[in-house]
């Protein structure tokens, strides 16, 4: 079961424990976040590693 409220003004949706559920956009956005960290830290490995960014990337972006 998911509730609705307002949060800084906009209507969201939350949880039943009462943690607010992020956009389709907030989540891709972390997401990007998470895969931009992993390549810096990939870029900065001092030992070759594999490079796998799927992991972080649910959705496709295509303009």
Do not use: C, T
Not at 37 to 42: E, S
């Amino acid at each position: 079961m998911l509730y609705l409220g307002v949060k800084v003004g906009k209507l969201r949706f939350f949880a039943p424990d009462g943690h607010r559920l992020m956009l389709p956009e907030e989540e891709a956005n972390q997401q990007l976040q998470q895969a931009n960290q992993h390549l810096k830290n990939w870029q900065n490995a001092d030992e070759p590693q594999e490079l796998n960014l799927s992991k972080y990337l649910k959705y496709s972006i295509i303009q």
